[in-house]
């Protein structure tokens, strides 16, 4: 049965990357359903395979065993309905901003007046209309970020994978980049799905929080963010009172993994 609201389904995901050298178990039995319109954080320790599940949503990678459906397909190779942003904006140093924002169009075969149009629209929403003409290097990092978020919205994207998309920025620009997305993707009615190491952007940003535990990659739990931190931008909801509890409880599950690796390989935790 469909059910036409989810839009990523994992079913008993298991990856396993193969070299020459060795095989290794990243993630194993994950099941996951995000839906239409929910803003998803992964997050959890190094090696935990965060990046390993947005590459299979993403089919950029293919499961060794299980499924990924994405608004009900699957999925069997890079899609335009999937938009990826990355910790690096890689903007082309010698096209302009307006040639940058339009790079994924002209991949897709969908440039076209309505898609320079929707292009323009977006850019002048984050501020950087006035820049069209300028160069990367002439911009801020924050800026380039953004002109990566326009080109990445350009396709018009149901869902969007977001890499540790702010945590090459300095942390004021990464606030305002964090409550700029979230306007964004509320304004767009998108579906998020975000990977990071900052369990107080994951809490700030986010619906819902998936904390994965390595060796090998599995969910460990699922923590829901209060309704009153949900209908709040990240700037405001890093202020409300609901905000610490759930920080802590969510830094609980870090220390708890962290004594059972230490237990693991016999030094008792950190
Ligand atoms: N191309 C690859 N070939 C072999 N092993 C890989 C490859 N990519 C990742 N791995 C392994 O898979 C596991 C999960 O890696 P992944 O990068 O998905 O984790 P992560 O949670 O995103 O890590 P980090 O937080 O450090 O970015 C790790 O043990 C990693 O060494």
Redesign the pocket.
Known sequence: MITLDVVVEICDLT?I???EQRA????KEINLTVRSGEFVS?I????????????LIAGLIHPTVGKVKVNGSLVTGPSVKVGYMLQQDYLFPWRTIWENALVGLEISGQLNQASKNYVEHLLNEMGLLKFKDFMPSQLSGGMRQRVALVRTMATEPDLLLL??PFSALDYQTKLQLEDLMVETLLTHHKTALL?T?DIAEAIAMSDRIVI?E????TVRCEVETPEELRNLLPLEAREHPAFTPLFKSVWEQFEAMEKQKGVASGHGGV
């Open positions: 990856h990357y193969v070299t290794s178990l990243a993630v992964l959890g320790p190094s090696g935990c395979g965060k990046t390993t599940l947005l590459s890499d540790e990977v190491h994965l390595p060796n090998p990659g």
